[in-house]
């Protein structure tokens, strides 16, 4: 191939994108493979918010292509002032796209904005079809170098006739370039869907050839109430106690787009865009947003009544205790900043936010005050929590961590954290056992020798420098954090499910307690995102004379069972776990289908502070009465 003057500096300046591809595109793995795919897209939905393009179709083809299409105007093909079509012009010119736009021309905008060019630069082959004045007009490229010659002065090759409007564009991504070249489908049928809600006026089509799946239309007239609506019921654990809130307005050129409800979780869940680009670092429309909200709660709570004079204010976090939330703005210049860029810097949407929300939600709960008081009683809950939390934060700092023994970790062959598991395991012989039973391919097994001691206050250093629960942090692979700091990283938790198994007696209780306070201390964001569990292993295995054997799980269910069956059957009590062979604990503990498992929620972290100072405390009478109280929950060994 001849390249002529043009060509070259064509070449030239698409030259950087080949050559630090990650600087455009975030990165060469697969998640900047996906990337390809929505700088593309972005382009469609600015024609969208142009007001000219109703539907598009992204289609992941057989051959390892990509193609999206839209029907809005079609990409210009006249001839631009350098003598060429202005499609090619866009096409092979890193930051093109900004000489043509007409005033009305809004940007959704990819990671760093620079679009279609560099997607063509990154592919191997590339085919754009603009429909446009009745006519087919194709272009092609191979590494962003077009394929097509074109004299100075000459238009695009037509191909066909054409009745509506639109573009058609389809790339193979560069092999040499992307680590791999198969795009990960469920992360883009997850951002069609995203951009749905955020554009309730779009259709999006996803076809999906590789897996010959039928084709899903994502349309979603509710927008971002829909979107609030859809989040709330991925979550199988929150049930709604409000319906949901939008609250919209306009202010010198900003507008804003606020839906939120309440369910009975705890924390909050705010997912925010600015101009359709998920701003996961915040920025401040997400400040506006909290600040207003928490304003205009605190001052309905003083007017009525469940705050009085001197009352310290609710916190922010204490009047989104519950809250799923989608905020949108749009901009017409907007600023990124932060590590991913994803984190919106216009002051003037701060106050814009303020503003709007205000009015609006004194609008709202003026007519809704049972809603009003629902989020009010949480923020109460949560206030009272928060209280107990700074009280046992203060007690933490004096107890100590002490375990004896090294357990060895028995990894799992699995590598997807998603499906991962870890059981910490107390006792030696129940680790053992449970090594053997585990499903070896997503389950981990970390045994651990407890033993707690009533000592004086013990460092943070000394701490962690206890092998146990180095052991501990290293297998969970996401650091740890004193309270709130910073060196705890949950994205990157290597298992879905942390499960404490501890012998359903007083020193499983022991054990559990102790590992409780250690994650509050060191991990509590672990405890907040739902992640903490403890097995519940059965207390009983019950024959009849006839017919199968069961497990037995507390004594209520064994009362039960006593009225069906008399005294006409065989009882074995459970002393621990180690009880049991590897088949059992399997089937009991282990099984995810047929396990019982307990989520901990920060009460039971207030729970078992209680009980350490019970257990660890100088008072002797509260210790005893415990201890008595439940020595029918089998061997006691304190
Ligand atoms: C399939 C992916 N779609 C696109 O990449 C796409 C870009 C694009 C577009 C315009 C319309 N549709 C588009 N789809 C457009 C047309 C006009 C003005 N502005 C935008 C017009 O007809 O006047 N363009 C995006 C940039 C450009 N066009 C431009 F810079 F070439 F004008």
Redesign the pocket.
């Known amino acids: 191939m001849s390249y002529n003057a043009s060509d070259i500096s064509v070449l030239e300046g698409l030259d950087p994108v080949r050559k630090r591809p990650g600087m455009y595109v975030g990165s060469t793995s697969v998640k900047g493979l996906n990337h390809l795919v929505y700088e593309?897209?972005d382009?469609?939905v600015?024609?969208h918010l142009?007001g000219?393009?109703n539907s598009?179709s992204v289609s992941l083809n057989k051959d390892g292509s990509a193609t999206?299409?839209?029907d809005?105007?079609?990409?210009?093909v006249d001839l631009h002032e350098k003598g060429y079509p202005?499609?090619r012009?866009?096409m092979t010119t890193l930051h093109?796209?900004?000489?043509?736009?007409?005033t009305n021309?809004k940007t959704a905008g990819g990671l760093h904005g620079v679009?279609?060019s560099v997607v063509n630069a990154l592919s191997n082959k590339m085919i754009?079809e603009v429909s446009?004045d009745g006519q087919v007009w194709r272009d092609e490229y191979a590494k962003g170098a077009p394929t097509v010659k074109l004299k100075k002065g000459e238009l695009l090759p037509v191909t066909g006739k054409a009745k509506k409007t639109?573009?058609?564009?389809t790339f193979w991504p560069d092999d040499t370039i992307f680590d791999t070249v198969k795009f990960k489908a469920e992360s883009i049928r997850e951002r069609l869907r995203e951009t749905a809600f955020l554009n309730p006026a779009l259709t999006i089509t996803f076809v999906n050839s590789r897996d010959g799946r039928e084709p899903e239309v994502f349309n979603e007239p509710d927008g971002i109430a829909g979107f609030v609506d859809s989040l709330v019921a991925q979550d199988q654990e929150a049930k709604r106690i409000t319906e949901t809130v939008t609250v919209k307005g306009e202010r010198d050129g900003i507008k804003i787009a606020v839906s939120f409800c309440f369910t009975q979780t705890y924390g909050d869940n705010v997912v925010s865009f600015c101009n359709n680009i998920n701003t996961m670092e915040g920025g401040t429309h997400v400040v506006g947003f909290k600040s207003g909200f928490a304003k205009v709660i605190n001052q309905y709570a003083r007017e009525l009544g469940n705050l009085k004079g001197k009352d310290a204010s609710f916190t922010g976090n204490d009047t989104r205790n519950g809250m799923t939330a989608v905020i949108s703005v749009s901009h017409p210049s907007p600023r990124f900043e932060g590590q991913t860029k994803t984190k919106l810097d216009n002051t003037d949407v701060q106050s814009a936010m303020m503003s709007i929300l205000n009015s609006g939600l004194q609008h709202y709960f003026d007519r809704n005050l049972d809603c009003l008081k629902t989020i009010i009683a949480r923020a109460e809950t949560a206030a009272k929590v928060r209280k107990e939390e700074e009280k046992l934060r203060t007690n933490l700092a004096d107890k100590k961590f002490a375990f004896e023994g090294n357990g060895k970790l028995a990894r799992q062959e699995s590598n997807d954290p998603s499906k991962c598991e870890i059981f910490i395991v107390e006792g030696k012989s129940a680790g053992g056992t449970a090594k053997t039973g585990r499903d070896r391919k997503y389950q981990a097994i970390l045994p651990i020798r407890g033993k707690i001691l009533n000592v004086e206050k013990q460092s943070v250093d000394k701490v962690l420098a206890n092998d146990e629960i180095k052991s501990i942090v290293n297998a969970l692979g996401c650091g740890f954090s004193q309270g709130y700091g910073n060196d705890f990283d949950i994205s990157k938790l290597r298992y879905s499910k942390i499960i404490i198994a501890a012998d359903a007696d007083v020193d499983g209780g022991h054990i559990c307690t102790l590992l409780l306070t250690l994650f509050y201390r060191f991990m509590p964001e672990l405890i907040y995102a739902g992640k903490l569990y403890r097995a519940m292993p059965p207390l009983y295995r019950v024959k009849p004379k006839r017919g199968k054997p069961e497990y037995i799980y507390d004594d209520k269910a064994l009362a039960e069972y006593r009225k069906k069956h008399g005294n006409a059957f065989d009882i074995q009590r459970y002393k621990g776990l180690g009880e049991m062979d590897s088949d059992q604990l399997w089937e009991t503990t282990m099984d995810p289908k047929t396990r019982k498992l307990k989520q901990i929620n920060m009460q039971d972290v207030i729970d078992a502070n209680r009980l350490t100072s019970v257990l660890m405390g100088e008072e002797v009478a509260p210790r005893r009465e415990y201890i008595v109280s439940n020595a029918d929950k089998a061997n006691l060994d304190v």
Do not use: H, Q, W
Not at 72 to 76: H, K, L, Y
Not at 166 to 169: L, P, R, S
């Open positions: 593309i897209l382009n469609s600015d024609e142009a000219y393009c598009i999206v299409e839209d809005g105007r079609g990409i210009p202005a499609e012009i866009i093109a796209g900004g000489k043509f736009d007409n021309y679009g279609s754009v446009r639109g573009t058609k564009i």
